[in-house]
């Protein structure tokens, strides 16, 4: 079993950027691919980036790539998504997720997830 913890969720403006954090604690956070999810109002979740258990491969859906950047510090337990120059488009619950798919969102361990708003 996987618990996830999420924080550093907010309101920011447009062009601005935000650091997520997810801290992992139960079984060991390196033999997990990880990953992060995002559910805006009224829609379904979606990829936003995931990243291989070595981190020698990361994942983005195509709206973010060149904005966000997954990492994660296997002697930390935690994962991170730096988000750069957000849009209003970005605002969403954004979820951490583990142990599945990192190109999807298809994870057995998520996070109760952490609110990002972007304000035009």
């Known amino acids: 079993q996987v618990q996830l913890v999420e924080s550093g969720g907010g309101l920011v403006q447009a062009g601005g950027s935000l650091r997520l954090s997810c801290l992992a604690s139960?079984?060991?956070?390196?033999?997990?691919?990880m990953g992060w999810c995002r559910q805006a109002p009224g829609k379904e979740r979606e990829f936003v980036a995931g990243i291989s258990w070595r981190s020698s491969i990361t994942y983005y859906r195509d709206s973010v790539e060149g904005r966000f950047t997954i990492s994660r510090d296997n002697a930390k337990n935690t994962a991170y998504l730096q988000m750069n120059n957000l849009k209003p488009e970005d605002t969403a619950v954004y979820y951490c997720a583990a142990a599945g798919q990192p190109n999807k969102c298809d994870y057995r361990y998520w996070g109760q997830g952490t609110q990002v708003t972007v304000s035009s």
């Open positions: 139960g079984r060991t956070f390196s033999d997990y691919p």
